[in-house]
Structure formats: C-alpha cells, structure tokens
C-alpha cells in the first residue's frame, strides 16, 4: 500500500488489447507488484482509449490507496510508430488501425484528460530504459545500454548517461530496421528475408515472430521436411516452434541461431557505433525455460564483435519483467522529468 502523503506518479502502458498501470513514489519504490491489466479499448478509437487509460490510472490508484492529489506526472507508452512527443504515425499502425488514430496526438490527449503532465516514449524505449535502471541501479545515470526486444516485430531503444535517445523525430532505436550482413548467416539456399516495412535484410527481417513466419520457418522446414511444424499452418508452427527449441529440437535450434545471429550483428553495429556498457536481450525468446534462455543469450554474445577494451567493460544480459517493464519504464521517465524542474515554493500567506 502507498505510504501516506509521499507523492507518486504513475506509469502506463497501452498495447493492443489491454493498459498495465503501475505507480512509483517519488522516493523510487514500486508500489504495484504485478500486472494491474484492463482492457485498452484502442480498436474502438481514440476516445475510447483515452478514457480507457483514465480507468487504469484510477485503478492504479484505487489498488494502491494513493490519493489523486498525490499523483505529479503520469508517463506513458504506446506501441509505435509514433514521434517523440507521442503523436501515432500519419500512416497508422498495426495496433492503431483505425483512421481516428493517424496523426492523433496521444500523449496530448492524456495530458488534457487527467490534467496531469504525461511523459512519453513508445514501448521498446520503454522497456529498454526499465531494463537500464534496474541493472546499473544507483549508477543508471552514468551508464549506457542498448535493448533489442524480440516480438511480433523487434523492438529496442538506445539509453546514454540513463536517458532513452529519441531523436530528431522520435525514430531512434528502431533497431529492428538496422540492415545486418546477411553473408554467413543464411543458410544454402535460403532466400534473403524480407520486412514489413519494404527493407530487405534488416533486423527484424530475422528476429522476430514475424520474420519466423515470413521467411525463418518456411526455409528450415525445407531442410526438415518430416519435421511435426510441417503439419502446422505457418502462422501457428512460429508460435509453437520455441517450445521445440527449449526441447533442444534440431530444426528449432538451427533456426534461433539465425535470430541470435541477427542481434549479435546488430550489437555490433552498436559497439562502434555508441560502444555502451550493457547490451540487454528481451521478449519471449527469453522468457523461456532457463536452459534455452541461457543458451540463446551466450549465442548472441559470441556473434557480437567486440574489441578487447570492450569486452573488459561490457556486460550481457536480460530485459527483466517484460510484462511490467512498459508501465515501469515510463514511471521512472516520467520520475526522472519531475526531478529536473525544480518544485514551485509554497506561497506565503
């Protein structure tokens, strides 16, 4: 339960189907444990969903017995494509589908709703900055990392000196759109992978649900042709293949490799290119049995090229909490936002 009369803020996070909520006092102690989940209303539209995020930060509240007067900033953090500032793409997107949405300042919206400041970063970034503060702790603010959450897409986010890096229109981190050498690491045979977004060899072309389904599976199920997936429609043999793979199956394994593959790739390119501390893996290719999961992140690892002057101060490690770290991430953001304007003196009768 809160402690009575210490102010919080609150953080949010909106996905497709359902909000999370959490709430963080200003002392930095987490008073939600797990998953506070509602329902985010996102495919009725925009005011729906506003409202919908006004119920989850009430309910936050309500859980925690925190008064709303206490209540200083909220963050929150969407799925993207969005800017900086939290305004939804003007070419829509997967989760925001509806027309309403293209161009739809959420984070605006939110603000004049709870009449609250509201912080915003899209949910990689999110993830990648909860990930940061709890690995460094005390030290966050003079570390840097760089986070690839494997998903539907693969998402991430680039944090320095203990802030997530935005950029000029709110598009860095998109790791998942970084081309990566593909020589050595296709198979024979095995066609170039293509993105959603028209990219050929990118990323998250390899690593993630999506490119297991479009170009991963549809491959190593040619070299394994009497393979039990085979039998699967594409679209469900992706969701069941990691099941395969904690069971150490041939045709799982040598498909994760390509995905590991992919990201220690990736992680190179961010070793010469922001050389951080930290290099954290997330999603549910690590929310796994903890055979496969620690197998997984050592493949990554020894595909990542690092100088020896980097190799003696860099570290590997997991994304925890995936589930949580959204609303969490968002919460210290919208934390760290409060502790940079100085608090207003109390008027003197």
């Not at 859980?63 to 900033?73: F, I, K, W």
């Not at 690995?135 to 997530?164: H, K, P």
């Not at 496969?292 to 595909?303: G, I, K, N, Q, S």
């Given at each position: 339960?809160?402690?009575?009369?210490?102010?919080?803020?609150?953080?949010?996070?909106?996905?497709?189907?359902?909000?999370?909520?959490?709430?963080?006092?200003?002392?930095?102690?987490?008073?939600?444990?797990?998953?506070?989940?509602?329902?985010?209303?996102?495919?009725?539209?925009?005011?729906?969903?506003?409202?919908?995020?006004?119920?989850?930060?009430?309910?936050?509240?309500?859980?925690?017995?925190?008064?709303?007067?206490?209540?200083?900033?909220?963050?929150?953090?969407?799925?993207?494509?969005?800017?900086?500032?939290?305004?939804?793409s003007s070419r829509g997107s997967t989760?925001?589908?509806?027309?309403?949405?293209?161009?739809?300042?959420?984070?605006?919206?939110?603000?004049?709703?709870?009449?609250?400041?509201?912080?915003?970063?899209?949910?990689?970034?999110?993830?990648?900055?909860?990930?940061?503060?709890?690995?460094?702790?005390?030290?966050?603010?003079?570390?840097?990392?760089?986070?690839?959450?494997?998903?539907?897409?693969?998402?991430?986010?680039?944090?320095?000196?203990?802030?997530?890096?935005?950029?000029?229109?709110?598009?860095?981190?998109?790791?998942?759109?970084?081309?990566?050498?593909?020589?050595?690491?296709?198979?024979?045979?095995?066609?170039?992978?293509?993105?959603?977004?028209?990219?050929?060899?990118?990323?998250?072309?390899?690593?993630?649900?999506?490119?297991?389904?479009?170009?991963?599976?549809?491959?190593?199920?040619?070299?394994?042709?009497?393979?039990?997936?085979?039998?699967?429609?594409?679209?469900?043999?992706?969701?069941?293949?990691?099941?395969?793979?904690?069971?150490?199956?041939?045709?799982?394994?040598?498909?994760?490799?390509?995905?590991?593959?992919?990201?220690?790739?990736?992680?190179?390119?961010?070793?010469?290119?922001?050389?951080?501390?930290?290099?954290?893996?997330?999603?549910?290719?690590?929310?796994?049995?903890?055979?496969?999961?620690?197998?997984?992140?050592?493949?990554?690892?020894?595909?990542?090229?690092?100088?020896?002057?980097?190799?003696?101060?860099?570290?590997?490690?997991?994304?925890?909490?995936?589930?949580?770290?959204?609303?969490?991430?968002?919460?210290?953001?919208?934390?760290e936002a409060l502790r940079a304007v100085?608090?207003?003196?109390?008027?003197?009768?």
């Amino acid at each position: 339960m809160g402690s009575a009369g210490v102010p919080v803020v609150v953080g949010l996070d909106n996905g497709g189907t359902s909000n999370n909520a959490t709430v963080l006092t200003v002392d930095g102690r987490f008073l939600v444990d797990g998953l506070l989940e509602i329902p985010s209303e996102v495919r009725a539209g925009p005011d729906a969903a506003i409202e919908a995020l006004a119920r989850a930060l009430d309910g936050a509240l309500a859980q925690t017995g925190v008064p709303r007067e206490l209540v200083r900033a909220v963050g929150l953090d969407t799925p993207g494509p969005a800017s900086a500032t939290g305004v939804i793409s003007s070419r829509g997107s997967t989760n925001f589908s509806q027309p309403a949405w293209r161009g739809f300042d959420v984070r605006g919206a939110l603000e004049r709703r709870l009449g609250l400041p509201v912080i915003y970063h899209n949910d990689g970034n999110a993830a990648a900055l909860y990930a940061h503060h709890v690995y460094f702790g005390a030290e966050a603010m003079n570390r840097s990392s760089v986070s690839a959450i494997v998903g539907t897409g693969l998402g991430g986010g680039v944090v320095e000196g203990g802030r997530v890096i935005a950029g000029a229109a709110g598009m860095a981190g998109e790791l998942g759109h970084v081309h990566i050498p593909l020589t050595g690491l296709l198979g024979p045979e095995q066609p170039e992978p293509t993105c959603a977004c028209g990219f050929t060899g990118d990323v998250e072309s390899v690593a993630s649900l999506t490119g297991i389904e479009r170009n991963l599976l549809p491959y190593w199920l040619t070299r394994y042709p009497d393979h039990p997936l085979a039998a699967e429609p594409v679209a469900r043999a992706a969701k069941l293949v990691r099941g395969y793979g904690e069971r150490g199956d041939a045709l799982a394994r040598d498909l994760f490799t390509q995905q590991a593959m992919a990201l220690g790739r990736l992680f190179t390119v961010a070793a010469n290119f922001t050389d951080p501390h930290a290099y954290f893996v997330g999603g549910g290719v690590v929310e796994a049995a903890p055979e496969f999961r620690d197998w997984f992140l050592a493949t990554v690892r020894e595909h990542t090229v690092l100088r020896k002057e980097q190799a003696a101060v860099a570290t590997f490690a997991l994304v925890p909490e995936r589930d949580m770290a959204g609303a969490r991430g968002v919460a210290i953001a919208a934390l760290e936002a409060l502790r940079a304007v100085p608090e207003p003196s109390p008027l003197v009768a």
